[in-house]
């Protein structure tokens, strides 16, 4: 059964997806606004992690062909140089950096 968001992670999942794609400015210094919440589930099995671990990727980088969710964790790694994790700890300095 999927969780309710509380009223700060909802802040939370606010000030996230306002970053932009984090794969097309890292990789492409291409700021891109319109971005899905993709929540890392590493360790968590095939459940929702926490709405606090979540990274913003447009489109193509979450579902679309070259999308964590179309290769797979450990393509989308090879790929882009970076797992699911070190992109959430990117995101999460930035979220501690602008408080």
């Not at 309710?4 to 990789?27: N, Q, W, Y």
């Not at 899905?36 to 590493?42: G, S």
């Not at 579902?63 to 970076?82: A, L």
Request: hydrophobic letters at 35%.
């Amino acid at each position: 059964m999927k969780r309710t968001s509380t009223a700060e992670e909802k802040r939370i999942m606010k000030r996230v997806a306002e970053m932009g794609c984090i794969v097309c400015e890292l990789f492409y210094n291409v700021y891109e606004p319109r971005v899905q919440v993709h929540h890392v589930r590493a360790n968590h099995g095939w459940g929702r992690s926490s709405h606090k671990a979540i990274i913003p990727l447009c489109y193509e980088h979450h579902q679309g062909n070259t999308g964590v969710h179309s290769m797979g964790r450990e393509q989308f790694k090879d790929m882009y140089g970076k797992s699911e994790i070190e992109l959430l700890e990117i995101v999460l300095n930035r979220l501690m950096e602008s408080k």
